[in-house]
């Protein structure tokens, strides 16, 4: 049962550089995320989706973009890396934002990336 | 604009005693509330939940209070143990299509 997955687990790049986090999730959610946690912060939304080929822009949007063009993958591209870009991202999945027996949201095991 | 607080960014506690870890909301139209539990290096992981229609959950030594006319909720841990140290966050959602998550509060339960 491999829930939410994402790759890589660490990256480093050069300012400028673009690359490309992978999510997917094996739980058919309608509903995927993308947050970033600074240190000693909490987690930003970046962006979300509520289902294949609909996004929408989160808290702190800049410098990514993202599609979903199927319910399972819903890639986060990093266009012009800054360092200001350095941080630990999270993909996550949910059924519902809303109140349903048993619904909550599942996150995968993080992203560390350095932008040097 | 913060709509989920956790005003005390970390908290220790004996182990053996109770934790309690406190989160405000500002928007009444939250009406679903989690707490996630976070180790270095992983991602976070689902607790506990509690909806409006509630002001108590409870599983096992972990219990979510809600106060809605406070716009208050709170996680209790007893016993604490060690291995609950840890940084847990609330999240809550209502109308629209997020989870608003607050800023997080380490846990440090001491042997």
């Known amino acids: 049962n491999a829930g939410v997955t994402q790759t890589p687990k660490f990256r480093i790049l050069k300012i400028g550089q673009s690359m490309t986090l992978q999510c997917t999730q094996d739980m058919n959610h309608n509903y995927m995320y993308w947050y970033r946690q600074d240190p000693g912060m909490g987690l930003k939304l970046i962006y979300y989706s509520v289902g294949a080929g609909i996004t929408d822009k989160g808290e702190v949007p800049n410098g990514y973009n993202v599609s979903r063009s199927t319910t399972e993958d819903f890639p986060l591209r990093l266009e012009l890396a800054a360092p200001s870009q350095t941080s630990v991202y999270f993909c996550?999945?949910?059924?519902?934002?809303?109140?349903?027996?048993?619904?909550?949201?599942?996150f995968g095991e993080g992203s560390w990336l350095t932008v040097v | 604009d913060q709509q989920v607080k956790q005003n005390s960014p970390s908290l220790s506690v004996q182990e053996g005693r109770i934790s309690i870890l406190n989160c405000d909301y500002t928007n009444s139209m939250f009406d679903y509330f989690l707490w996630y539990k976070k180790y270095p290096a992983e991602g976070p992981t689902f607790l506990i939940s509690i909806s409006s229609i509630k002001d108590k959950n409870e599983d096992g030594r972990f219990t979510a209070f809600l106060n809605k006319s406070a716009k208050h909720l709170s996680l209790h841990i007893v016993p604490s143990q060690p291995g609950d140290s840890a940084v847990y966050f609330c999240a809550a959602s209502g109308w629209g299509n997020q989870f608003y998550f607050g800023t997080g509060t380490s846990l440090t339960v001491i042997p």
């Open positions: 996550a999945s949910s059924y519902s934002p809303r109140q349903l027996a048993g619904n909550t949201i599942y």
